[in-house]
């Protein structure tokens, strides 16, 4: 496969961009590497890359919706501040992992400090923003069968089945 198509393993060199300043991008050398089709990337981005070729850059504007989300207003928790260790280092602005009833993790970020409360942001850091990708298709290749069940590359031997 010449174009990126789904099942494909994807190796894409990445910068993104938020009101033109780089919040993230991938390492020299290092490209970003996800099977396509399978949800891996926000759904925006990964809806662009369908056709793309090796070599080829573009561009890509996503729109919250399509990002991670809208900033949601009601994502918002209280909770008692002895509920937190107190080794942790309490402050405005700090990133914290909830453990959810399921054991699943969930961050969070303390949006506001009481005297007996701390106010946690569930939103995702990037919810409500709009992203300018600029990527590159580095590699392609088809995914194995183990890796399409497994939901995951492996990169030790990819054509190992």
Same mark, same amino acid.
Do not use: C, W
């Given at each position: 496969?010449?174009?990126?198509?789904?099942?494909?393993?994807?190796?894409?060199?990445?910068?993104?961009?938020?009101?033109?300043?780089?919040?993230?991008?991938?390492?020299?050398?290092?490209?970003? *590497?996800?099977?396509?089709?399978?949800?891996?990337?926000?759904?925006?981005?990964?809806? *662009?890359?369908?056709?793309?070729?090796?070599? *080829?850059?573009?561009?890509?504007?996503?729109?919250?919706?399509?990002?991670?989300?809208?900033?949601?207003?009601?994502?918002?928790?209280?909770?008692?501040?002895?509920?937190?260790? &107190?080794?942790?280092?309490?402050?405005?602005?700090?990133?914290?992992?909830?453990?959810?009833?399921?054991?699943?993790?969930? &961050?969070?970020?303390?949006?506001?400090?009481?005297?007996?409360?701390?106010?946690?942001?569930?939103?995702?850091?990037?919810?409500?923003?709009?992203?300018?990708?600029?990527?590159?298709?580095?590699?392609?290749?088809?995914?194995?069968?183990? *890796?399409?069940?497994?939901?995951?590359?492996?990169?030790?031997? &990819?054509?190992?089945?």
């Amino acid at each position: 496969m010449t174009t990126v198509q789904d099942g494909q393993v994807v190796s894409m060199g990445y910068v993104l961009r938020i009101d033109g300043a780089v919040i993230d991008a991938s390492a020299a050398g290092q490209p970003l *590497e996800f099977i396509q089709g399978q949800g891996h990337i926000i759904p925006g981005l990964e809806r *662009e890359l369908y056709g793309m070729q090796i070599g *080829e850059s573009r561009q890509v504007l996503v729109a919250p919706a399509d990002g991670y989300g809208e900033y949601d207003l009601e994502a918002f928790v209280e909770i008692p501040r002895r509920q937190i260790p &107190p080794n942790v280092p309490l402050q405005v602005g700090l990133e914290l992992q909830l453990r959810a009833p399921d054991g699943s993790m969930t &961050p969070a970020r303390v949006d506001q400090l009481e005297a007996d409360l701390v106010r946690l942001d569930l939103n995702h850091p990037l919810a409500g923003k709009h992203l300018q990708f600029d990527v590159e298709i580095v590699a392609l290749r088809d995914a194995t069968q183990t *890796e399409l069940d497994d939901g995951y590359i492996h990169t030790e031997d &990819p054509g190992h089945e």
